[in-house]
């Protein structure tokens, strides 16, 4: 049921309306119809994939965290030079250029959920899943990147909030960059490589072109 078109162009509605309805009102004071008004939707409809406003908006910022890293996270085999790889799909690497391009395609719905501070949870969600996936390419990797003891928690915070830091820049000043240049501006501090040397991995490896 979840691959029905009709449920896809319910949902994908009712969505739209939801950041549409954000740049208004605060989301503690949207409510259910309101939603469904602005979507065109019966709150039977509604209703009928979600037991209430907070599991839809759960759903919804799952979803747009989901759409941003979909196509920006990649699998490192492709990346990771000189290391016989068990298994693709063992691990992903973070593409800064994909990652720039996905939010400026969807540039006015991430203003609304990151910058503009309307949906703080999204932040963490995006901040969490960029935070797991890192984490889990140094322990993949684990033998071959040096941490000297450091957490790994530790460590990735800084990294993570910094890209996110220059995203919510980048949108709350209207973008006036173009996402190749912000995406060449974190690429510079992030040390960023093409190829990844299995002889000379640090944790920054994480994020490729």
Do not use: C
């Not at 029905?4 to 549409?20: E, H, M, N, S």
């Not at 208004?24 to 509604?46: H, K, P």
């Amino acid at each position: 049921m979840k691959d029905d078109p009709r449920i896809i162009k319910t949902l994908g509605k009712l969505q739209r309306a939801f950041v549409l309805l954000l740049k208004t009102y605060d989301v503690d004071d949207i409510n259910v119809r309101q939603i469904s008004d602005e979507a065109g939707v019966t709150r039977g409809a509604f209703y009928s994939h979600f037991s209430d406003k907070n599991a839809f908006v759960t759903f919804t910022m799952n979803g747009l965290v989901d759409s941003l890293l979909k196509t920006a996270l990649k699998d490192s085999v492709d990346y990771v030079e000189e290391l016989n790889h068990e298994n693709a799909h063992e691990t992903d690497v973070l593409s800064v250029s994909k990652f720039f391009n996905n939010i400026a395609d969807e540039y006015q719905t991430y203003t609304v959920v990151m910058s503009s501070g309307k949906l703080p949870d999204f932040t963490v969600a995006l901040k969490q899943r960029l935070s797991v996936a890192m984490k889990d390419f140094a322990e993949y990797y684990d033998d071959k990147i040096n941490l000297e003891g450091f957490p790994i928690d530790v460590l990735s915070s800084y990294y993570v909030d910094g890209l996110i830091g220059m995203v919510n820049l980048w949108l709350s000043d209207g973008m006036v960059y173009t996402p190749h240049y912000m995406a060449s501006a974190a690429k510079l501090v992030l040390g960023n490589k093409n190829q990844i040397d299995s002889s000379n991995m640090v944790l920054p490896d994480f994020f490729v072109d």
